[in-house]
């Protein structure tokens, strides 16, 4: 059927042209499913997901709207934006949503920077920070992470130059549950020129309980140049269904909205986070639950003698160096699937009880036939 003479001809039609920035990026590795064995249930503590089920009330206002799935979602949000506005505290010009917080990064990454601008972000940090940057065509500046695995906020300000259009600020880090005290980050604010976007990345602050953890809605409301991101996923338990939100003065927020997929948050996920917010009180009580077996888990891993950073999200950073993969394999002997990463360290997420333990029982075993 071809008329094409080169392609009758046996020659091969050249590779369709893709941008550059993809060769830098790794290949998608969908994470393994944790091995069956027999007799023991398998957990996977790997993604920081929330072990509770839905909440009934939610379910079932998610059952609900799905009888309406041949419509398109509300585009501009309007209800679950103005309850965030009203839990906050804050005026519902300066919400704006998107699918995950990951896709609100991405909305600000690319309402900010042109090719070749710079974001300034601690490493190790979320993994999803150099992809989206890269993505976008900036350059992701990796400012290694203190001692103790916490931000090294002098450095941070240090990497700041003229082509710097943004600074990620993870608060609690993720992957090393560490958290910026109060004080650090207005003496690092007053460094950064107004003209930069900060941006504090507070995946987990719900289960903050760090007395010197800074309150970043205040700063926000301090300074023009501060955005705050959250997320339905974690504390809320609605990873699957995809929302988050920045927080940010009316410009940022208005080209925020500019910068979104249309109709990036669905339906079922814009329900279930506004019946989230109406069941509070509920999802407080599994939030102080999962903080007390972060507690419990962190406490009895110190006892057998390892080293751990203050943690204050729903996740326990061992920092395993080239001992990494030798752990997480050790726990996935035991139908544990943790997240290793490279040579630095192993996450794992605080799940219920009896994975809590017997994550500890792996530990202590490793850390006899591994002394540190
Ligand atoms: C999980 C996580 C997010 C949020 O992810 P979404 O599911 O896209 O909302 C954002 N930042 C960090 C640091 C995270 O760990």
């Known amino acids: 059927m071809t008329e094409d003479p080169l392609a009758e001809a046996g020659v091969p039609a050249p590779p369709v042209r893709l941008r550059g920035a993809l060769d830098t990026l790794p290949a998608y590795t969908p994470g393994r499913p944790a091995t069956v064995r027999e007799g023991l249930t398998a957990y996977k503590i790997s993604s920081n997901e929330n072990p509770y089920p839905p909440l009934p009330s939610v379910l079932d206002a998610v059952r609900e709207a799905a009888a309406g799935m041949n419509r398109y979602p509300d585009m501009a949000v309007a209800t679950l934006t103005t309850r965030i506005a009203a839990h906050l505290g804050v005026p519902p010009e300066r919400i704006s949503t998107g699918p995950g917080s990951v ?21 190790r940090s979320f993994e999803a920070y150099p992809i989206l940057v890269t993505l976008a065509g900036a350059r992701p500046v990796m400012v290694p992470l203190a001692p103790g695995a916490r931000h090294d906020l002098d450095a941070m300000a240090d990497a700041v130059t003229d082509r710097t259009r943004m600074v990620l600020v993870c608060t609690p880090n993720n992957p090393t549950g560490t958290t910026v005290g109060a004080a650090e980050l207005e003496a690092f604010l007053d460094r950064v020129p107004q003209d930069v976007l900060v941006v504090l990345d507070e995946a987990y602050v719900e289960f903050v309980d760090a007395p010197d953890a800074p309150d970043a809605l205040a700063v926000h409301a301090a300074r023009e140049n501060v955005v705050v991101l959250r997320t339905f996923s974690k504390a809320y338990g609605l990873a699957g269904l995809r929302v988050g939100y920045a927080v940010a003065h009316e410009p940022v ?3 925020l909205r500019k910068a979104a997929l249309p109709f990036g948050v669905n339906t079922l996920a814009q329900v279930a986070a506004v019946s989230s917010l109406e069941a509070g009180d509920e999802l407080v009580v599994r ?35 080239e001992d990494t993969a030798a752990f997480a394999e050790a726990c996935d002997a035991e ?7 490279l040579t630095d360290g192993v996450r794992a997420t605080v799940a219920e009880p009896e994975a809590n333990n017997r994550l500890v029982e792996v530990a202590g075993r490793f850390l006899a036939d591994h002394p540190r």
Do not use: M
């Open 103 to 123: 896709g609100v990064l991405d909305q600000l990454v690319r309402a900010t920077c042109d090719d070749g601008d710079e974001v300034v972000f601690a490493w």
């Open 335 to 341: 139908g544990l699937t943790v997240r290793p990463y």
């Open 253 to 255: 927020a208005e080209a």
């Open 287 to 321: 939030v102080k639950d999962l903080v007390a077996e972060r507690e419990r888990t962190v406490a009895a891993l110190r006892e057998q003698g390892w080293e751990i950073p203050d943690q204050q999200a729903n996740f326990v950073w061992l920092d395993l160096g």
